[in-house]
């Protein structure tokens, strides 16, 4: 089953813009994971965070989770033409037998 | 790095013909996963292996079955395609530590006619 809900579905910006997308979950988790896709292609990881932690960067990645309101935010900062693809949430949670349950993702485009 | 390989990035079968689909990966891991993913329903899982010769069913297993001979391979096999498992496959593998990320293969996309 999928439990995580991400908005937007959609997002377009010009290049150098930031970019968030924000993910939604129901249950307790030990981490949330990010991936991104590109079209047609497999799942990259990108960044994973606990829940006991409440940001994390890499690169031009932040990362936020808030285990209150079961919500997690991703935003890239300076975005380039390169980033546009599909980004997707991911939770491995503590009932979910090892599996991690995806969100249905966020299409971003940039445009240059 | 870790590679995760499939065999074939487009596949093109008939109605009631046996796929094969094959997933190698390179890092030692003990967990691999299979999933499909379809426009408007994300990825769903079919099937996974926690070790060679485990398996366990996954959210939507109905029409597929694996197999796993040897730690780097784990394959998807469905018995007689039919046109609603034409799809985008995508394989996976993870360390045995059940909240790693996961390493994802390029995907096979699979039409059945």
């Known amino acids: 089953s999928q439990q995580g809900e991400e908005d937007p579905q959609a997002l377009s910006i010009q290049e150098g813009e930031n970019a968030t997308m924000n993910c939604s979950y129901k249950?307790?988790?030990?981490?949330l994971q990010w991936y991104r896709q590109n079209s047609g292609r497999g799942l990259v990881h990108l960044i994973l965070?606990?829940?006991?932690?409440r940001e994390k960067h890499s690169g031009r990645l932040r990362v936020t989770l808030d285990t209150s309101k079961k919500s997690s935010s991703l935003l890239i900062t300076a975005s380039r033409a390169a980033d546009t693809a599909s980004y997707f949430c991911?939770?491995?949670?503590?009932?979910?037998?090892?599996?991690?349950?995806f969100g249905q993702g966020t299409e971003l485009s940039v445009k240059p | 790095d870790v590679k995760v390989t499939q065999s074939s990035r487009y596949l093109v079968k008939r109605t009631g013909e046996k796929v094969f689909l094959e997933c190698v990966q390179d890092?030692?891991?003990?967990?691999m996963f299979w999933y499909r993913q379809d426009p408007g329903l994300g990825l769903r899982l079919i099937y996974f292996?926690?070790?060679?010769?485990?398996?366990e069913k996954g959210d939507i297993p109905e029409g597929y079955s694996v197999s796993r001979e040897k730690k780097e391979r784990f394959s998807l096999i469905l018995e007689s395609a039919s046109t609603n498992q034409t799809s985008m496959y995508l394989c996976?593998?993870?360390?045995?530590?059940?909240?790693?990320?996961?390493?994802f293969g390029p995907g096979t996309r699979l039409t059945v006619l």
């Open positions: 996976a593998s993870r360390t045995g530590t059940p909240y790693n990320e996961q390493f």
């Open positions: 249950t307790s988790i030990n981490n």
């Open positions: 965070i606990r829940s006991n932690e």
């Open positions: 991911a939770t491995a949670g503590y009932n979910q037998g090892g599996k991690l349950i």
């Open positions: 890092m030692d891991h003990e967990n």
């Open positions: 292996s926690y070790d060679v010769k485990m398996k």
